[in-house]
């Protein structure tokens, strides 16, 4: 399976973005999908993630009410809408596939990072 990101660029801070994860590959399986970030010098940390049917989506607390994760199956993407943007929201931003939960943990496949920059 390979991931491809798109979406990140500069923008300021109470803006919005929207990135998009293209995913390819014949599986036949439909995987959990989510999003991950690194932030500069920090540690990856998960943003969201959408089961493989679309019902259940997790956040993590610092982007709830902000960040909405949504798929469309049958164009095999995954968006994530970025609004409210923070200077703090700065990081590289990579998805992923796999787990058994929405968690994406662990996760099976990743795809390139796209930046994304917040000026404030």
């Known amino acids: 399976v390979q991931l491809q990101a798109s979406g990140g660029g500069l923008v300021q801070a109470g803006g919005s973005l929207r990135l998009s994860c293209a995913t390819s590959?014949?599986?036949?399986?439909?995987?959990?999908m989510g999003w991950f970030r690194q932030p500069p010098g920090k540690e990856r940390e998960f943003v969201a993630g959408?089961?493989?049917?679309?019902?259940?989506?997790l956040y993590a607390d610092f982007v709830k009410g902000r960040f909405s994760i949504s798929r469309d199956n049958a164009k095999n993407t995954v968006d994530l809408q970025m609004n409210r943007l923070k200077p703090e929201d700065t990081a590289v931003y990579s998805c992923?596939?796999?787990?058994?939960?929405?968690?994406?943990?662990?996760?099976?496949?990743w795809g390139q990072g796209t930046l994304v920059t917040v000026s404030s």
């Open positions: 959408i089961s493989w049917n679309g019902v259940i989506t």
């Open positions: 590959g014949r599986t036949g399986k439909i995987y959990n």
């Open positions: 992923a596939a796999g787990g058994s939960t929405a968690r994406i943990s662990p996760a099976e496949y």
